[in-house]
């Protein structure tokens, strides 16, 4: 069928939808508004709904990729929704079908803000602080709220699944009341790469883990927590896992040579690379936490680097393990899947320990690249690493030389830094800074993105996540983007709103490399028909000038999720146009 037969079919199935959708509402009374938002749009509480004003769940998504919508209630009897179940939906051309089990349904859950981020406009901000906000993303069967009007739907399109457009319906009760929702799901004919094009680093901070589950490094309840959060990294599109070097278990015998176990550090890697993870990056070896050392004489721990400079014994140590390291990397075959860090965002006296822990990392690992976030100007880390990730508010790096060019130019976001009009991942920004981060990695060409808390979930209070989320002058949601299990939870790991439209901004990233492929293909002529080509061609191109126009600069980009949202789905329209045109000639 050609494409524009295709996209007849879609709006007479349209029209027969709005047509089918018209009847449906009539048997929602009065009292109940259901209709479908953005994932994108947070409910406040006491807040009402602000969706499409059209109770139809419609999801446009690719081959291996994740889609959100929200449903959300306004009920003047406050009953809330009891229950929601998915049904299989049928392909309109034909008897494939699409599992309802590729489907999940949610439902926020609120947590508390002392006070909105500071340095920032009213206008940058979603709520108003204090008050409570919607953040937590339960399973919808394990909700705590009396109440709820807001439900997350999650739709995995797995690789396989047949291009087209499927139809079904999600069956709800609000108090007592039945309602049937109609589903329409648009597959495109692509599939999003297995591997992902962006590198992301989020940290997985190995404290945190024994703290939160009650439990102790190397229990077995450690490492299902561990491959809990490997599953839940590879699925939100992260390629490289943060490895405490302290999962290294070192003795220092009677004769003074240490002695390293990797056992634990081995069997962290074998559970990343299982779930398709196959890069990795060693804890900074300056922070005197890396290192976990005791003497097997007395038992005691013994403390390194513990100075303002380093001694003859560090310097022996650093050389000894780094030594071990590379011997053990080789053994795991991670050549040119590790990277070292030495200090994270040092400056003043501690560049002079820096520079002298990177030449030994330099001596006793020639081949592995070190990367560190830095707020160092060029001239001043000149040197020191060959991945320096900058802030997003500094200047892009231009160093792109070395073991670290094929990595290419990173940034990162951390707690004070971005604010205002550039974006960030705290629970009162809105929802689309967090999506926007991708589509500006894409549009200033950085390869990298690294933040330094998948779960940090400290706080000097002690004070669980789902109790606190911000401390000392700290803007909220900053040190994490998932919650810890809470007692009764089916789930190891709670996701986050923010979490998840991030995911949804690494898979808007896809969408634009494809885009850049393709146009190169096509310009290259790499496909056949002339005709046909110079117009798809130009449709690129134009539409890679509308992307740059929503997209200017760091500051400068659309605020408005479905202008977001209208674009992802022009570029996946085009995208399906190409790969149906030109997948069947060849």
Not at 154 to 166: A, H, K, V
Not at 208 to 236: C, L, M, P
Not at 347 to 365: D, F, K, L, P, T
Not at 517 to 522: A, D, F, Q, T
């Amino acid at each position: 069928m050609c494409y524009q037969g295709i996209l007849v079919n879609l709006f007479v199935l349209v029209l027969t939808t709005l047509s089918a959708m018209s009847a449906h509402v009539g048997t929602v009374s009065a009292e109940i508004r259901l209709e479908v938002a953005s994932s994108m749009t947070r409910l406040f509480m006491g807040s009402v709904a602000a969706g499409s004003g059209k109770p139809l769940i419609e999801i446009w998504a690719a081959r291996n990729e994740y889609e959100s919508v929200q449903l959300l209630l306004t009920d003047s009897n406050n009953a809330g929704i009891t229950s929601i179940d998915f049904g299989d939906l049928k392909h309109i051309g034909g008897d494939s079908i699409y599992k309802a089990g590729n489907c999940l349904a949610r439902a926020p859950e609120y947590v508390y803000v002392e006070r909105n981020t500071s340095r920032t406009p009213a206008n940058e901000l979603d709520g108003k602080a204090p008050g409570w906000y919607p953040d937590p993303l339960p399973l919808f069967t394990e909700n705590s709220r009396k109440v709820v009007n807001s439900v997350w739907v999650s739709c995995y399109i797995p690789d396989g699944t047949r291009g087209g457009t499927y139809r079904g319906e999600a069956s709800l009760t609000v108090g007592t009341s039945a309602y049937k929702i109609p589903v329409r799901l648009h597959v495109w004919s692509f599939a999003l790469p297995k591997k992902p094009g962006l590198h992301v680093s989020m940290w997985t901070h190995v404290p945190q883990i024994v703290k939160r589950y009650n439990t102790k490094k190397g229990s077995r309840k450690f490492w299902q927590v561990v491959e809990a959060i490997a599953q839940d990294q590879s699925k939100h599109r992260v390629d490289i896992s943060f490895v405490y070097l302290s999962l290294i278990k070192t003795t220092k015998d009677e004769m003074g040579k240490y002695r390293f176990d990797f056992t634990d550090y081995e069997r962290w890697i074998e559970i990343f690379r299982k779930q398709g993870i196959e890069n990795f990056e060693g804890y900074p070896l300056a922070h005197a936490k890396a290192h976990n050392i005791y003497d097997v004489a007395s038992g005691e721990k013994i403390k390194i680097l513990a100075g303002d400079d380093l001694t003859y014994e560090d310097k022996r140590y650093l050389r000894s393990i780094l030594n071990a390291i590379n011997e053990e990397n080789r053994k795991l075959k991670l050549q040119g899947h590790y990277m070292q860090h030495v200090g994270d965002e040092m400056r003043g006296s501690q560049v002079r320990i820096y520079r002298e822990i990177a030449e030994i990392v330099r001596e006793e690992m020639p081949d592995v690249p070190i990367i560190d976030a830095t707020h160092l100007s060029a001239s001043d880390r000149k040197g020191m690493m060959d991945i320096p990730v900058t802030n997003m508010v500094a200047p892009l790096s231009k160093e792109r030389n070395g073991i670290g060019k094929k990595w290419g130019r990173w940034w990162y976001t951390a707690g004070f830094k971005p604010r205002g009009r550039m974006p960030n991942r705290f629970i009162d920004y809105p929802l689309i800074k967090m999506r926007i981060i991708p589509w500006l990695n894409w549009r200033m060409g950085v390869s990298g993105y690294l933040h330094y808390a998948y779960n940090f979930w400290y706080g000097p209070s002690g004070e669980s996540p789902w109790h606190r989320v911000q401390y000392g002058k700290y803007p909220p949601g900053d040190a994490w983007v998932v919650y810890p299990r809470r007692d009764g939870d089916k789930e190891i790991l709670v996701p986050s709103m923010r979490w998840e439209v991030f995911r949804d901004g690494l898979e808007d990233y896809e969408y634009l490399k494809l885009m850049e492929s393709w146009k190169i293909r096509l310009l290259a002529d790499e496909v056949e028909g002339s005709v046909q080509r110079d117009m798809l061609r130009k449709k690129l191109e134009e539409l890679e000038i509308t992307v740059k126009g929503e997209i200017r600069s760091r500051k400068v980009y659309t605020r408005d999720p479905m202008r977001l949202e209208d674009v992802r789905k022009r570029i996946g329209l085009l995208l399906d146009q190409l790969e149906v045109e030109f997948s069947y000639r060849e």
